[in-house]
């Protein structure tokens, strides 16, 4: 793969907001990986010093990683300091508190998409700009939901139905998510159209997370579908009766492809890996784990029905992996578990 024509030369800086979390850490460790630099923002350089101190130690002390600090998304200038210099960015942070109180969340976090874009226009370094959506941006991934995701569908009903009037009660929290995810993502394509910027701009759009955690906090969350699994969360593994799951090192790959591939550009890139259900989570759980004890199978199982062409992102993976496919499901459970964090 180290022969192929990059947008952005070996050893450029690549910006990578979010970069302590579940994807910006294996976003940030592509990038060093194949030879980039990586300045990450994060919203608290204590909370963050793993990264440097611990995880990618080696590589911050001979400067090729460096923390910056942005503790407000929407702040006016936000990235303006940070983006001085840099060749490419992956735009991963966002808000996962699923506070159910819209103007809690989504006006900071368009209001962040357009901060960072502004400060790339006035950046003439910047090549490639990719950003980090989700299959709820497009449509909910639930049973009996037959929809072919195309480049133009989203899902406006959970804009309508997060912004609904109070009372704000807890239960409304995911629906304030997706519609941050999908009214962010449109800000993207808005501010593509309106401005057309002189970097190229791609969105990866990934379904249920799985894989390697790097820290603790990564076996942590609302949406950690293995942990639910593997703790017997049955109040949510009922909420989310089937799903896509596709391992975080692909969902990195897809966006370290969009920042350094000439040819990607304007793609909105569904990557959603493998259909499963908890049995199919279950049953590979018990084969890791054969000593331990978990919830029993669900009677009568189900698949998502949704579908979208993926062949771009199977292209990517193709070209800068040499993957036939999206890792294996059965690869991506055990990396999750695989570690000190989980008994």
């Not at 490419?88 to 976090?109: G, L, R, W």
Request: hydrophobic share 40%.
């Amino acid at each position: 793969m180290s022969s192929l024509k990059t947008s952005i030369p070996i050893g450029s800086w690549v910006l990578v907001t979010g970069a302590t979390g579940f994807v910006g850490s294996h976003v940030t460790r592509q990038l060093l990986e194949r030879g980039y630099k990586v300045r990450g923002t994060v919203r608290d350089l204590e909370q963050a010093s793993w990264l440097v101190d611990d995880v990618f130690k080696t590589y911050a002390d001979h400067g090729l990683l460096e923390l910056y600090a942005v503790p407000n998304l929407g702040a006016e200038g936000a990235f303006d300091e940070a983006i001085k210099g840099i060749s490419a960015v992956a735009h991963i942070a966002t808000i996962m508190s699923y506070d159910p109180d819209p103007n809690n969340v989504i006006p900071q976090i368009v209001a962040g998409v357009v901060s960072i874009l502004k400060a790339a226009m006035k950046e003439p370094s910047v090549k490639s700009f990719a950003f980090t959506s989700s299959i709820l941006a497009a449509t909910f991934p639930v049973p009996g939901n037959n929809t072919h995701v195309e480049r133009d569908t989203w899902n406006d009903f959970a804009v309508q139905a997060a912004w609904a009037p109070p009372p704000y009660e807890a239960s409304r929290g995911p629906l304030t998510y997706i519609a941050s995810k999908v009214l962010a993502e449109k800000e993207v394509w808005k501010f593509v159209e309106e401005n057309s910027p002189h970097f190229s701009v791609n969105v990866i759009n990934p379904a249920g997370i799985i894989g390697e955690p790097l820290h603790k906090k990564h076996t942590e969350g609302n949406a950690n579908w293995v942990a639910m699994a593997y703790k017997g969360d049955k109040e949510t593994m009922e909420s989310y009766p089937a799903g896509f799951y596709v391992d975080v090192k692909d969902v990195a790959l897809l966006h370290v492809a969009c920042i350094v591939d000439p040819d990607a550009k304007n793609l909105r890139l569904q990557a959603w890996g493998h259909p499963a259900n908890w049995n199919d989570i279950l049953s590979i759980l018990r084969k890791l784990r054969p000593q331990r004890q978990f919830v029993p199978d669900y009677p009568n199982p189900q698949y998502l029905t949704i579908s979208a062409d993926q062949s771009d992102s199977l292209a990517l993976l193709k070209k800068w992996a040499g993957q036939d496919d999206w890792k294996p499901l059965e690869s991506g459970i055990a990396e999750s578990v695989d570690n000190a964090w989980y008994e």
